[in-house]
């Protein structure tokens, strides 16, 4: 049984970065090879320096939609929506903040972004009750066109310094609206860095993973095989494809920057144990014992201790090495979390 307890660490506040590092590739870059436990250190603009001709980046091109809005029931009481996934044009899964609200709650959103909103209010009905905090959202009318007027960006519940600019909670490649949370390991790169990269002979590919509830669902069972995983919505195209196919048949490395665009490369290589296009669910819960069938090396954050994303990179680097890099991630002060500093592990 794998015990919650091997995957816990000791943290302390100072160590969680409260704001980007400016510009975005000034974040240090703690390089671990995981066949020998090495540990090297870096500045993230400096990666090329691991990188070789014809390795392929893969990224999440997942924009992060405002998705936390404001709302009152009828009988005044507040509540706060967290959008988690669109079902359908009107419907919605959400996280919600606030007492008693059940199927057949009614809610009327608040506008609190300052920008021009709808000209009738905006309605949502709770429809379905999914557990916990997480309810089934019907809204009055589609809620995407409104959501610029309506919500805010969700920054994670550790991050408690105001994001006065929105658009470093985003890739500088961001283009398919839907995540709930950023692909953090990708708020490192620049537009310059990336051209330099290519420049170099690295190749590129996208997928697209819209994070969700697990981001918020630290694992609470002490067997942490046995945490449920939810679904989030991947999208694996046919160039990703051809180019993941093509790297590995020439001896080169598929690297997925971030958890999320790993997941979405081993979904969809799931079935032939080589990448495929693929556009669906996943529920794929990466645990120590897992085989990995397309990600060669990954770049990631630090992460939370107790959470499925420090399971999967563990499962990746081991355990103990990378526990080991972390506690050397504190001893030479690095950053931790969304707006902290990266790990390459090779």
């Known amino acids: 049984m794998l015990r919650l307890s091997d995957f816990d660490y000791p943290l302390p506040p100072e160590f969680i970065a409260q704001e980007p590092a400016e510009p975005r590739d000034s974040s240090r870059l703690l390089v671990l090879d995981r066949k020998n436990g090495e540990i090297r250190h870096a500045v993230f603009r400096e990666i090329g320096e691991f990188l070789a001709p014809g390795d392929l980046l893969v990224f999440n091109d997942t924009r992060v939609i405002p998705a936390r809005l404001n709302a009152r029931k009828q009988s005044g009481g507040k509540v706060e929506i967290l959008l988690?996934?669109?079902?359908?044009?009107?419907?919605?899964?959400?996280?919600i903040g606030g007492k008693n609200v059940r199927p057949g709650v009614r809610l009327e959103l608040s506008n609190t972004a300052g920008q021009a909103g709808p000209s009738a209010p905006i309605f949502a009905e709770v429809i379905g009750d999914l557990g916990a905090s997480r309810r089934v959202l019907r809204f009055s009318q589609p809620l995407t066109p409104q959501l610029a007027a309506l919500g805010s960006t969700p920054l994670p519940p550790y991050i408690h310094a105001k994001l006065r600019d929105p658009e470093r909670y985003q890739t500088v490649y961001a283009r398919d609206p839907g995540s709930a949370a950023a692909p953090t390991a990708g708020l490192h790169f620049t537009t310059g860095l990336i051209a330099a990269l290519?420049?170099?002979?690295?190749?590129?590919?996208?997928?697209?993973?819209?994070?969700?509830?697990?981001?918020?669902?630290?694992?609470?069972?002490?067997?942490?095989?046995?945490?449920?995983?939810?679904?989030?919505?991947?999208?694996?195209?046919?160039?990703?494809?051809?180019?993941?196919?093509?790297a590995h048949a020439q001896g080169r490395r598929v690297i997925a920057v971030g958890t999320t665009s790993v997941r979405a490369l081993e979904t969809a290589s799931g079935i032939t144990g080589r990448v495929a296009a693929f556009e669906g669910d996943t529920r794929l819960y990466i645990t120590p014992g897992y085989r990995f069938r397309a990600t060669d090396a990954m770049i990631t954050n630090f992460h939370l201790p107790r959470s499925t994303l420090l399971v999967m990179v563990s499962a990746f680097a081991g355990r103990e090495r990378i526990l080991n890099a972390y506690d050397e991630a504190r001893r030479t002060g690095y950053r931790f979390y969304s707006f902290g500093d990266a790990m390459f592990i090779l």
């Not at 996934?85 to 899964?93: A, D, I, Y």
């Open 84 to 95: 988690l996934r669109r079902l359908k044009p009107q419907t919605w899964e959400a996280l």
């Open 198 to 246: 290519r420049d170099r002979g690295v190749r590129t590919a996208f997928v697209t993973l819209h994070i969700g509830l697990d981001t918020f669902a630290p694992i609470t069972e002490e067997n942490v095989e046995a945490h449920e995983i939810h679904a989030e919505w991947i999208y694996v195209p046919e160039e990703t494809e051809r180019a993941a196919c093509e």
